[in-house]
């Protein structure tokens, strides 16, 4: 295992964070994706009214990996969870134990403040990911599908009026 440091994150680490969160895009090959900037993820970490938290890992100085969470809530437990936005670590990296500390970090998190669950998707291309998941003892869930509602569709999803409604 290497040498390495897991902490929160804090408003000095943004600029190191919103890297890895490229980094991460450029590995899922999902790099036009990314359409957010590090002022955004400042406010929405540390705000007025935040609505996630990180996690820095560093090693020798330099940031390395990182994890992205905020609450979710699950209405058949009565409990909120964590729901893990994203977990990465820069493939020179790997295969230190990293992972698994993220991982039981979140768990730590999750069992301190009397939640239910911590759950998150993996692209069903990574099968190093699945199986690293399945081996720290996640269930991958083969008849769960992910559903998401962006830009143009979500606005017209707002708008919509149903018909047969009548005021």
Same mark, same amino acid.
């Given at each position: ?14 600029? %190191? ?12 090959k ?28 560093e ?22 969870g ?19 500390? %993220? ?39 083969p ?25």
């Amino acid at each position: 295992m290497g040498n390495f440091t897991l902490r929160p994150a804090t408003e000095a680490d943004v600029a %190191i964070l919103f890297n890895l969160i490229k980094a991460l895009a450029e590995y899922e090959k999902l790099s036009d994706a990314v359409t957010g900037n590090a002022d955004h993820l400042k406010e929405h970490l540390f705000g007025a009214k935040p609505y996630v938290e990180a996690i820095i890992v560093e090693q020798g100085g330099q940031g390395v990996g990182f994890a992205l969470f905020f609450n979710n809530y699950s209405t058949f437990l009565t409990k909120p969870g964590i729901y893990l936005e994203d977990l990465f670590v820069l493939p020179e990296f790997r295969r230190q134990g990293i992972g698994k500390a %993220i991982l039981s970090y979140l768990a730590q998190l999750a069992v301190e403040r009397g939640y239910g669950r911590l759950e998150w998707s993996v692209l069903d291309w990574n099968e190093p990911a699945m199986a690293f998941y399945e081996h720290m003892g996640a269930a991958v869930l083969p008849d769960w599908r992910i559903c998401r509602v962006t830009g143009t569709a979500l606005n017209q999803l707002a708008e919509y009026t149903d018909p047969a409604s009548t005021d």
